[in-house]
């Protein structure tokens, strides 16, 4: 399903990702945020070509938009090799996986995004090739099959994931690094801005980016996404230059508000005061109440929410927070129903 939504962190169309792609940092010291990881990536690249020998296996894990798709390709240009790209549902049949490594060279990285969305079938193909660079490979069928052990040149897969929970242990075992991915602070996000509206040749004035920055959700692909529209309203509305006055107005347009919440944002928040009395609630009753998909708001609005505190999960079902109450302007339902039960006994 295509979502269309100015702060989602799922890339909307060829142009877009073009968009992402021409400001996407091409080697570790480019990169800002996501120090820890920055810096374990460096030794391990510094150790394996002091040794001249390719890169373990690498998992990448974490919310859409954060940069796995960026630092698999930083990875392939600090080694200086190849990167052929995939995705976890295009591989629907070992034969599919086998083209892409048949024709690996040595050190080459293949990146497969998603890769927790892999058939049975598929896993199960590429576990030898990541131990033991070789797969085989069953030609024909029945009576006349056989059986092919291809060798394999060494090389690096590296997976990314948003769901890490759904891959299984042994194809999470077999990967020599795990990097979690976390949510980047404003100042990280001015920092990319600062180099995107470079790139893109875009004046700002002081604060300006700060202000698109602290709405972003903590999410690069959002950042970048936002001060593309912001670029649009200014031509339009303004003379080109990023000022207080025209972010504000291209971010009120879009309703996204001071925190980075948009439409849907809020209403998934006002359903739950509204129609279910502050919760609990399960996770499909409230995408029935919105009409929209479950999957759609457990990947890319509840994130978020749970992140600044505005939701609660429990065992029951989702819940919103006083913090989130306060947010929206509203008095929580419970509170009203126990003032009520107070006043019954006085």
Do not use: W
């Not at 990875?75 to 599919?96: F, Q, T, Y």
């Amino acid at each position: 399903m295509v979502i269309d939504r100015v702060i989602t962190s799922k890339t909307i169309d060829e142009r877009e990702e073009q968009f992402n792609v021409s400001l996407r940092p091409k080697s570790l010291p480019e990169c800002v945020g996501q120090e820890a990881v920055r810096e374990k990536l460096s030794i391990a690249i510094k150790a394996a070509k002091h040794r001249s020998e390719p890169l373990e296996h690498i998992l990448f894990y974490g919310p859409p938009g954060l940069g796995k798709t960026t630092l698999a390709h930083v990875v392939a240009n600090e080694m200086a090799a190849n990167i052929r790209c995939s995705s976890g549902p295009a591989l629907a049949k070992a034969g599919d996986v086998m083209g892409l490594l048949s024709n690996m060279d040595t050190g080459d990285v293949l990146f497969i995004d998603e890769i927790h969305r892999l058939s049975t079938q598929v896993e199960e193909f590429i576990y030898p090739a990541m131990e033991e660079f070789k797969v085989d490979f069953t030609v024909d069928s029945g009576l006349h099959a056989k059986t092919i052990n291809f060798p394999l040149k060494r090389f690096t897969l590296v997976g990314a994931t948003t769901r890490a929970g759904l891959l299984s242990a042994p194809l999470r075992s077999r990967f020599g690094m795990l990097y979690h991915l976390q949510f980047y602070s404003p100042a990280e996000l001015t920092e990319i801005l600062k180099r995107s509206a470079s790139l893109l040749k875009l004046p700002f004035e002081e604060r300006t980016l700060e202000l698109i920055a602290r709405r972003s959700r903590g999410t690069p692909r959002v950042a970048n996404r936002l001060l593309k529209r912001v670029r649009d309203y200014a031509q339009v509305k303004g003379r080109g230059m990023l000022s207080e006055k025209i972010v504000a107005g291209s971010l009120e347009m879009e309703q996204i508000d001071a925190l980075g919440l948009d439409q849907l944002d809020r209403s998934f928040l006002t359903a739950l005061v509204n129609v279910y009395e502050g919760g609990p609630a399960g996770i499909e009753a409230i995408a029935a109440t919105l009409g929209e998909e479950k999957d759609t708001l457990e990947d890319v609005v509840e994130p978020y929410l749970l992140q600044v505190g505005f939701l609660r999960r429990t065992r029951r079902g989702r819940e919103i927070t006083a913090e989130a109450c306060r947010h929206l302007g509203v008095k929580r339902p419970k509170a009203e129903k126990a003032d009520d039960q107070r006043r019954l006994f006085l």
